[in-house]
Antibody, heavy 120, light 105 residues
Framework: QLQLQESGPGLVRPSETLSLTCTIS??????????WAWVRQSPGKEVEWIGH???????FYNSALKSRVTISLDTPKNQFSLKLSSVTAADTAVYFC????????????WGQGTVVSVSS | TVMTQSPATLSLSPGESATLSCRAS??????LAWYQQKPGRAPRLLIY???TRATGIPARFSGSGSGTEFTLTISSLQPEDFALYYC????????FGGGTTVEMK
């Protein structure tokens, strides 16, 4: 059973870069059957897809965030990461890493989520 | 594609049936998923392709619809079913609905 775990700072200063890592267990990041994603949930409970990546390196980003987002793989560590630049208070959210199958962009597996607050 | 869920809140008693609606701003064929989320937890996939239950999901959860109108039905609500439910389309990139809370009356 695939398991995902987020890690990273819980507090980020405005205008800085948010960086999170997702560690995969019970499966391999090099699987051609999966994609690896980041999703966030605002304090108001709105759920927003941020983007995802395939082992091939292909990335797909939410157009509203595309200019600030980078998702990358660390294959030796079986991890993938999120970088979100120039953050503001509007980026305060619970950030989830998630995974699905290449047959459709839905999320079969989720990490437990990590709270990130943007504040000075 | 904008996904609109209704109602925002559903107040029901255990044993009753719940009907949750999700509307897409354009046709998404059957590329719709439903998730359940409990406080402090990640969403859990219930239904995909509009009507296929995910692994381990009880038969009291059923999905229907195609095009722009979709329904999640929970027959005979159990205490553990009181939660927040989201729909998500995955044919035109990705987008989620605003959620429906099923609360205990």
């Amino acid at each position: 059973q695939l398991q995902l775990q987020e890690s990273g700072p819980g507090l980020v200063r405005p205008s800085e870069t948010l960086s999170l890592t997702c560690t995969i267990s019970g499966g391999s990041i090099s699987s051609n059957n999966n994609f690896w994603a980041w999703v966030r949930q605002s304090p108001g409970k709105e759920v927003e897809w941020i983007g995802h990546i395939y082992y091939s390196g292909s990335t797909f980003y939410n157009s509203a965030l595309k200019s600030r987002v980078t998702i990358s793989l660390d294959t030796p560590k079986n991890q993938f990461s999120l970088k979100l630049s120039s953050v503001t208070a509007a980026d305060t959210a619970v950030y989830f890493c998630a995974a699905g199958y290449s047959s459709g962009w839905l999320f079969h597996y989720w990490g437990q989520g990590t709270v990130v607050s943007v504040s000075s | 594609t904008v996904m609109t869920q209704s109602p925002a809140t559903l107040s029901l008693s255990p044993g009753e049936s719940a009907t949750l609606s999700c509307r897409a701003s354009q046709s998404i064929n059957n590329k719709l998923a439903w998730y359940q989320q409990k406080p402090g937890r990640a969403p859990r996939l219930l239904i995909y392709d509009a009507s296929t239950r995910a692994t381990g999901i009880p038969a009291r959860f059923s999905g229907s619809g195609s095009g722009t109108e979709f329904t999640l039905t929970i027959s005979s609500l159990q205490p553990e079913d009181f939660a927040l439910y989201y729909c998500q389309q995955y044919i035109n990139w990705l987008s989620f609905g605003g959620g429906t809370t099923v609360e205990m009356k």
